[in-house]
């Protein structure tokens, strides 16, 4: 459909952008084919520079999504270098945007970079103290801290990793009304 796009309306056309993002979507929310993830979303950020200019808060999401595919091929510095670039804009712009701070602190984390991840964990958490973790939305956000922390100070992880759990079992609850049981039963699978 993004050639069709293309083709008919030409590179710019917001909806071919939009397409090319989706694709690569689909692709690293499958798991596969992540070069090509990272292909689509490199030509669709290139049309939003050109277009919305290189700072543009409207791009912040699309160096998230190369950061997050190139931190899961192991390309650590280049992950690096676009998740920061996205992290300069939110500054800059003063938009409020968690994913990526998180991501960094993921990566930092990943490479064994604990004195760089701990501070961006804290960030995301700052809008809660340690008394109320339990009232944070992002249970993955919380393992990942409690991970971070395990071998150096277990006592603190297990604050983290207890919220953790806490808030799945929050979430899980909440979808109990609603969902159908197939697919509670393949959200249970996913956790």
Not at 28 to 44: F, G, H, V
Not at 70 to 96: C, D, W
Not at 132 to 148: F, S, T
Request: hydrophobic share 40%; with cysteine; glycine share 4%.
């Amino acid at each position: 459909i993004f050639r069709f796009y293309k083709n008919k309306y030409g590179e710019e056309y917001s909806w071919y952008t939009e397409a090319l993002s989706g694709l690569a979507n689909v692709y690293m929310e499958r798991n596969q084919n992540l070069e090509e993830a990272d292909s689509l979303y490199r030509e669709s950020l290139a049309i939003y520079r050109r277009s919305r200019g290189k700072n543009a808060p409207a791009n912040i999401a699309t160096l998230n999504r190369i950061g997050i595919v190139n931190t899961e091929m192991g390309r650590y510095k280049v992950a690096e270098k676009y998740l920061k670039e996205a992290i300069a804009i939110v500054n800059q712009s003063g938009i409020e945007y968690a994913p990526a701070v998180k991501n960094l602190a993921r990566l930092y984390a990943l490479t064994g970079r604990k004195k760089l991840a701990e501070p961006l964990f804290q960030e995301c958490l700052t809008h809660h103290d340690i008394q109320e973790l339990e009232l944070v939305n992002d249970p993955d956000l919380l393992h990942d801290m409690a991970e971070l922390l395990y071998a150096g100070e277990p006592a603190k992880a297990a604050i983290y990793l207890k919220a953790a759990m806490t808030t799945e079992n929050k979430l899980l609850l909440g979808k109990l009304d609603f969902l159908p049981e197939t697919e509670l039963l393949t959200h249970l699978k996913s956790i």
